[in-house]
């Protein structure tokens, strides 16, 4: 076996030109499957990371609201009243269209202003850096109190701490800054960005809307395990209310991410299998060049069988040959993959890394490619006749 290794490697140094040619095949096959499967991975798995930093136990709810029939703030408490054991938290979203944000003579247009209860941040999963959050009391009583984006705060009183107290108008209404959120997204703090907005009390919301309704409502349960069951009783409540399913949508962050999780996985194997096949035709080539290879060297093994040596052994000499040079590509080609992967991930600007599954399925492959496709060439140079071997010039 060590004999067989060595004169495979001494048979790929003798025919430099020849063995790179081979293995590119090989090298440019692992690295697509590399770098396809490990960019793909990488940017889903951002996205499922979005959705649970959201909160896998988060549930949100979109009811269309008519004159006859609606979901009202009375209605989903009742509901977190009777679920309380489920449910953890509970906000209305009330949203204000074509908002005029001003301060003293700044304005600003790309402000969102949302009307939300006192579970909103806990829900959300944001964290007050100054100030105070909005109270039960202030949802009560109506107040004309607001908490602020970093951005906001930043642009209109330089500081978190400097904007505690000011007022800011929205539409013209005076509201007084009671607290500041913490910066949550640095990469994109400007305006429109994630940290360019502004919440409400939802009651004051929903009044400076006028039509007094409410669509939107969003909830966190005790955790993943008990999601599923909140979310058929309030598909079954809304059901009841609204007769029509298309009115209403609950929609679960578990079940988003679930999906996505199933959606990388057969993406993934897809990708790899287009990927492998560059490397069925990269085997392809190997094959081709082993023959030749066979070919050249008929005197060669009608000597060593001369010699005595047995089928098994000139067998196994030339599949070693070609699974050696499959493993060499393989090498360069994960070596190649990885550098790629990161640098189209530096690009991206997402954490791409060659995975486990990635390197191992590329690596796997190659070697299987050099151990078939090397077979005939093999077993073509063992059944030569010697005689006829050496009559070869």
């Known amino acids: 076996m060590l004999q067989s290794f060595k004169l495979a490697i001494k048979a790929i140094l003798s025919n430099k030109l020849r063995s790179i040619l081979t293995?590119?095949?090989?090298?440019?096959?692992?690295?697509?499957?590399?770098?396809?499967?490990?960019?793909?991975?990488a940017y889903i798995g951002q996205v499922i990371e979005s959705f649970e930093n959201m909160g896998a136990n988060k549930i949100t709810i979109f009811a269309r609201s008519f004159s006859t029939r609606r979901l009202t703030d009375e209605m989903m408490y009742d509901y977190w009243d009777e679920h309380y054991d489920l449910i953890t938290a509970l906000s209305p979203e009330v949203t204000l269209n074509s908002a005029t944000v001003k301060s003293g003579n700044e304005n600003?247009?790309?402000?969102?202003?949302?009307?939300?209860?006192?579970?909103?941040?806990?829900?959300?999963?944001?964290?007050?850096?100054?100030?105070?959050?909005?109270?039960?009391?202030?949802?009560?009583?109506?107040s004309s109190v607001c908490i602020v984006g970093a951005y906001v705060a930043e642009e209109f009183y330089e500081s978190s701490t400097k904007a505690i107290g000011e007022?800011?108008?929205?539409?013209?209404?005076?509201?007084?800054?009671?607290?500041?959120i913490e910066i949550l997204?640095?990469?994109?703090?400007?305006?429109?960005?994630?940290?360019?907005?502004?919440?409400?009390p939802y009651t004051v919301a929903t009044k400076m809307n006028r039509n007094g309704y409410i669509n939107n409502f969003i909830l966190t349960t005790k955790d993943t395990s008990v999601t599923t069951k909140v979310t058929e009783s309030l598909e079954a409540m809304l059901t009841e209310i609204f007769k029509n399913s298309w009115l209403f949508s609950v929609t679960a962050n578990a079940s988003i991410i679930k999906e996505l999780q199933d959606n990388v996985a057969t993406l993934t194997l897809m990708l790899a299998g287009i990927a492998g096949i560059s490397l069925l035709v990269a085997g392809i080539g190997v094959m081709n060049i082993m023959l030749v290879s066979v070919t050249e060297r008929t005197r060669e093994i009608g000597i060593r069988k001369a010699l005595g040596a047995r089928q098994s052994v000139i067998m196994q000499q030339f599949v070693i040959e070609a699974a050696v040079t499959s493993m060499i590509g393989g090498v360069i080609g994960i070596i190649f993959g990885a550098i790629v992967t990161k640098s189209i991930?530096?690009?991206?600007?997402?954490?791409?890394n060659p995975t486990l599954f990635s390197?191992?399925?590329?690596f796997c492959v190659s070697v299987a490619i050099g151990l078939i496709f090397g077979y005939l060439p093999?077993?073509?140079?063992?059944?030569?006749?010697?005689?006829?071997?050496?009559?070869?010039?």
């Open 23 to 41: 293995m590119l095949g090989i090298i440019i096959g692992v690295a697509a499957v590399i770098i396809l499967v490990s960019i793909v991975t």
């Open 108 to 142: 600003m247009t790309s402000t969102s202003i949302k009307g939300v209860s006192e579970d909103y941040l806990k829900i959300n999963k944001q964290k007050i850096d100054s100030g105070r959050n909005i109270a039960y009391s202030d949802v009560a009583g109506r």
């Open 167 to 180: 007022t800011v108008k929205i539409n013209g209404k005076p509201f007084s800054i009671i607290g500041v």
């Open 185 to 200: 997204d640095e990469s994109n703090f400007k305006e429109g960005g994630k940290d360019d907005f502004i919440l409400i």
């Open 345 to 352: 991930g530096a690009i991206m600007d997402i954490n791409a």
């Open 359 to 362: 390197v191992l399925l590329s």
């Open 378 to 393: 093999a077993k073509s140079a063992a059944k030569l006749n010697p005689i006829d071997a050496l009559r070869v010039d």
